[in-house]
């Protein structure tokens, strides 16, 4: 499925006028959430895979590509945010399926709403211990952010360079079309306001990842784990500190993939995803 196929859609969560995309019509409905940073387009070599046999959602959250641009200074605010667009929706249950920032609210929202959630994908996902890229330590600082974040071509192909591991994908119309959905009104102010919220000098902030770690164990749906072996973001390591607190978990690791195996590997992803959905 094209991107010209999927239409942008918009309802409202609270206050918070947001963007997604919807595709399939029969079989479980899953639910895609991308980074911080990130947007929709993120999954759009997956979408159309995976709505062959499931009912599939993306959204921008808050904040990022064409959803409104609220200040996010609780992370915990992104979680109720995601059941109130279930809710808006009409989604009783869904498999979820998030890539860092997006893998941990997938998180915290199993642990608080588990009977709402029925399996779990998480994509080199967030809240598995402090480390993450300096990039974003030295940005959650007063004044370094502002200077450092301002979107220009040249900032957003170089961001893009250390997302993923083969530099042939960051492609001027990924760059293009990247750097004017970070050029949105608000959209600068948001990401700052996201990142310091969930990450400090020291990197990720402990009032979250201690909270994830300290209740890995009670998650009980059945968990796929990605990761790519070389991601610069956040590293390797944290999928094997998942992998071994989440009971039942299969870990995944991707050679020669960055921090987006969604959109690195884009086939090889949508056939194990689909595999685990159905119960292979």
Same mark, same amino acid.
């Given at each position: 499925?094209?991107?010209?196929?999927?239409?942008?859609?918009?309802?409202?969560?609270? @206050?918070? @006028?947001?963007?997604?995309?919807?595709?399939?019509?029969?079989?479980? /409905?899953?639910?895609?959430?991308? $980074?911080?940073?990130?947007?929709?387009?993120?999954?759009?070599?997956?979408?159309?895979?995976?709505?062959?046999?499931?009912?599939?959602?993306?959204?921008?959250? *808050?904040?990022? $590509?064409?959803?409104?641009?609220?200040?996010?200074?609780?992370?915990?605010?992104?979680?109720?945010?995601?059941? $109130?667009?279930?809710?808006?929706?009409?989604?009783?249950?869904?498999?979820?399926?998030?890539?860092?920032?997006? !893998?941990?609210?997938?998180?915290?929202?199993?642990?608080?709403?588990?009977?709402?959630?029925?399996?779990?994908?998480?994509?080199?996902?967030?809240?598995? $211990?402090?480390?993450?890229?300096?990039?974003?330590?030295?940005?959650?600082?007063?004044?370094?952010?502002?200077?450092?974040?301002?979107?220009?071509?040249?900032?957003?192909?170089?961001?893009?360079?250390?997302?993923?591991? #083969?530099?042939?994908?960051?492609?001027?119309?990924? /760059?293009?079309?990247? %750097?004017?959905?970070?050029?949105?009104?608000?959209?600068?102010?948001?990401?700052?306001?996201?990142?310091?919220?969930?990450?400090? =000098?020291?990197?990720?902030?402990?009032?979250?990842?201690?909270?994830?770690?300290?209740?890995?164990?009670?998650?009980?749906? *059945?968990?796929?784990?990605?990761?790519?072996?070389?991601?610069?973001?956040?590293?390797?390591?944290? &999928?094997? =500190?998942? &992998?071994?607190?989440?009971?039942?978990?299969?870990?995944?690791?991707?050679?020669?993939?960055?921090?987006? *195996?969604?959109?690195?590997? *884009?086939?090889? %992803? @949508?056939?194990?995803?689909? #595999?685990?959905?159905? !119960?292979?």
């Amino acid at each position: 499925m094209s991107k010209q196929l999927l239409q942008d859609k918009y309802v409202k969560v609270g @206050n918070v @006028n947001t963007r997604y995309w919807s595709a399939g019509d029969k079989g479980s /409905v899953v639910v895609l959430i991308h $980074g911080l940073g990130g947007f929709i387009e993120n999954w759009v070599y997956n979408i159309g895979p995976l709505s062959k046999s499931h009912r599939v959602y993306a959204l921008d959250l *808050p904040g990022f $590509g064409r959803s409104d641009k609220p200040l996010i200074r609780d992370l915990t605010v992104l979680v109720r945010f995601l059941a $109130g667009f279930l809710d808006a929706l009409g989604i009783e249950k869904a498999s979820l399926i998030g890539n860092s920032l997006g !893998g941990g609210l997938v998180l915290f929202f199993a642990l608080g709403s588990p009977g709402r959630v029925e399996k779990l994908v998480l994509v080199d996902t967030a809240g598995m $211990g402090k480390s993450v890229i300096a990039d974003f330590k030295v940005c959650s600082l007063p004044v370094a952010g502002e200077l450092l974040i301002r979107p220009t071509l040249k900032s957003t192909a170089r961001l893009w360079q250390k997302v993923v591991y #083969d530099p042939s994908l960051v492609t001027p119309e990924l /760059v293009d079309s990247s %750097f004017k959905l970070a050029s949105l009104p608000g959209a600068r102010q948001a990401l700052l306001a996201t990142l310091r919220a969930g990450i400090g =000098i020291f990197g990720q902030r402990d009032k979250y990842t201690k909270l994830i770690l300290k209740d890995l164990g009670k998650i009980t749906e *059945p968990t796929l784990i990605f990761w790519g072996s070389e991601d610069r973001i956040i590293p390797v390591a944290h &999928a094997r =500190i998942a &992998a071994a607190k989440i009971s039942g978990a299969r870990l995944h690791i991707w050679e020669k993939c960055g921090h987006m *195996p969604m959109f690195e590997y *884009p086939d090889k %992803f @949508n056939t194990l995803v689909l #595999d685990f959905l159905a !119960g292979r």
